[in-house]
C-alpha cells in the first residue's frame, strides 16, 4: 500500500541553525511529491513541490528540498531557521492509487525553534 | 492571488445533529477534494468530486456523508448525524486539473460534544 513516512515527530532547532525534515515515501512509480506547512490553527499551505526535471527544488520561505529517486525520499532543508518557522511540516504525495488523483499525507513533523 | 475559502471557521454541534461546512473553490477549477485531520493526527483523505459526481471516496467516507456542489460555486459536505469522532478539521482543496498541485482552504474545525 501507499504510505509516506515522515520519521520525526518532534524537532527542536535553535534560531539561525540548519534544518533538515525527512520524507520518505512508498509508491511503485516517481509520485508528486509535495510539502506543506501548517501554523497553528491555520491551513495548510504549499512550500514547494516536485513534479519532475531537476530533483532539487526551491520553495517560499527560504526552503528547498531534494527528491531522491534511489532513496524514496524528499527531505526539506533550510539553511538558516527563523522563529518565525515553527510550525508542523506535512509532506504529501499526489498519486493515482485507483485512477483517481488525491494527497497522502505523513504524519507531520512538528517544528520548534528556541530563540 | 484566487483561493479557497471556507464557512464557518469553527463550529461546535451536538451528536446527532446534522452539519454542513462550505467551501468556495478557486473559480475556474474542476476538481474538489475534503480531507479531514483529527487533531494531533495526519491529513486523511475524505472524497474528490468531479463532473458533479464522486471520483472516489474513503473508506472513512460512509452513509453519513454527503458532498454536492449546489450552485457554480460553492462545493459542501453534510455530515448527516454526527458522532462524537467526526470532531476534526475538515480541508477542502480544488485542482484545475486531477494532476496539480491541490490548493487547500483554511480549513472548518468541527467539535460534536
Known amino acids: 500500500a501507499q504510505s509516506v513516512t515522515q520519521p520525526d515527530i518532534h524537532i527542536t532547532v535553535s534560531e539561525g541553525a540548519s534544518l533538515e525534515l525527512r520524507c520518505n515515501y512508498s509508491?511503485?512509480?516517481?509520485?508528486?511529491l509535495f510539502w506543506y506547512v501548517q501554523s497553528p490553527g491555520q491551513g495548510l499551505q504549499l512550500l514547494l513541490k516536485y513534479f519532475s526535471g531537476d530533483t532539487l527544488v526551491q520553495g517560499i520561505k527560504g526552503f528547498e528540498a531534494e527528491f531522491k529517486r534511489s532513496q524514496s525520499s524528499f527531505n526539506l532543508r533550510k539553511p538558516s531557521v527563523h522563529w518565525s518557522d515553527a510550525a508542523e511540516y506535512f509532506c504529501?504525495?499526489?498519486?493515482?492509487?485507483?485512477?483517481?488523483?488525491?494527497?497522502?499525507f505523513g504524519t507531520g513533523t512538528r517544528l520548534k525553534v528556541l530563540a | 492571488e484566487p483561493e479557497v475559502t471556507q464557512t464557518p471557521s469553527h463550529q461546535v454541534t451536538q451528536m446527532g445533529q446534522e452539519v454542513i461546512l462550505r467551501c468556495v473553490p478557486i473559480s475556474n477549477h474542476l476538481y474538489f477534494y475534503w480531507y479531514r485531520q483529527i487533531l494531533g493526527q495526519k491529513v486523511e483523505f475524505l472524497v474528490s468530486f468531479y463532473n458533479n459526481e464522486i471520483s472516489e471516496k474513503s473508506e472513512i467516507f460512509d452513509d453519513q456523508f454527503s458532498v454536492e456542489r449546489p450552485d457554480g460555486s460553492n462545493f459542501t459536505l453534510k455530515i448527516r448525524s454526527t458522532k462524537l469522532e467526526d470532531s476534526a478539521m475538515y480541508f477542502c482543496?480544488?485542482?484545475?486539473?486531477?494532476?496539480?498541485?491541490?490548493?487547500f482552504g483554511p480549513g472548518t474545525r468541527l467539535l460534536v460534544l
Open positions: 509508491y511503485g512509480a516517481t509520485p508528486y
Open positions: 482543496a480544488s485542482t484545475w486539473t486531477s494532476d496539480e498541485t491541490q490548493y
Open positions: 504529501a504525495v499526489g498519486l493515482f492509487p485507483s485512477g483517481t488523483y488525491k494527497y497522502i
